[in-house]
């Protein structure tokens, strides 16, 4: 049976935390990279936003344990998402030419989403059982649609633990502290260090777009000479 058969609306419909728990073991969050503040803060102006696809426009609505808020406001210090601290509020950037995907309501099934999403088109989201990249849903499901990036900072969480979180009412992925980017900015070295990485790993993506091995030897590279900063 294919995962755009009638959806299992009960699962949804009960955003019931056992099933979210269930998801965030059995389920590897793929390499993904934002740019996150550094510890050290020793020049402002070794600063670059990082491009990778898997996050969300302004103005999505995050559930968290103080209530739901838009993702642009989230606050490390204040809001948890089932209990998880979030380590940071990742910001970055698509290559110029990429596309967003449009979700209106009610797409997925009734209530889900609550309202018109706008997400990167890798960024996966859960649908039938499975957790599926929102271009999949592009002309097979009415409502969902390509539309043109216009060079926004887009957004996205990384908790303390993998995990997944509630925006506009559809279950979505977060990043996890294995990815790349997330490694780059737990890493104990300076701003300039860290741009110097940031810089060269959006040359690769111009180059290479987002070639999965290409950031599997990067990270491995980059791990092996700043792993005793960790």
Known sequence: MSIFDEP????????????????????????????????NN?????NITPIFPICFISGSKVLTDQGTIEIQNINKNIHTIRGKKILYLTKNKLLEGDKLVKIEKDALFKNCPNRTTVLTS??????NGNMVAS???VNKIKGVSFINYNNEILYNILLEKNGKMIVNNMISETLGEENI????????????EKFKIIKKLND?????????????KFYKKIYKKYKLTM
Do not use: A, G, Q
């Open 181 to 192: 980017i997330s490694f780059i900015y737990m890493l104990n070295i300076s701003d300039k």
């Open 42 to 46: 020793d020049n402002d102006n070794y």
């Open 8 to 39: 299992n609306t009960s699962i949804l419909d009960e955003l019931n935390t056992s099933i979210l728990d269930e998801l965030n073991t059995s389920i590897l969050d793929e390499l993904n990279n934002n740019l996150m503040p550094s510890k």
């Open 204 to 216: 690769l993506i111009n180059e290479y777009k987002y070639d999965e091995k290409m950031y599997v």
């Open 122 to 127: 890798n960024h996966k989201v859960f649908y």
């Open 135 to 137: 271009c999949e849903f």
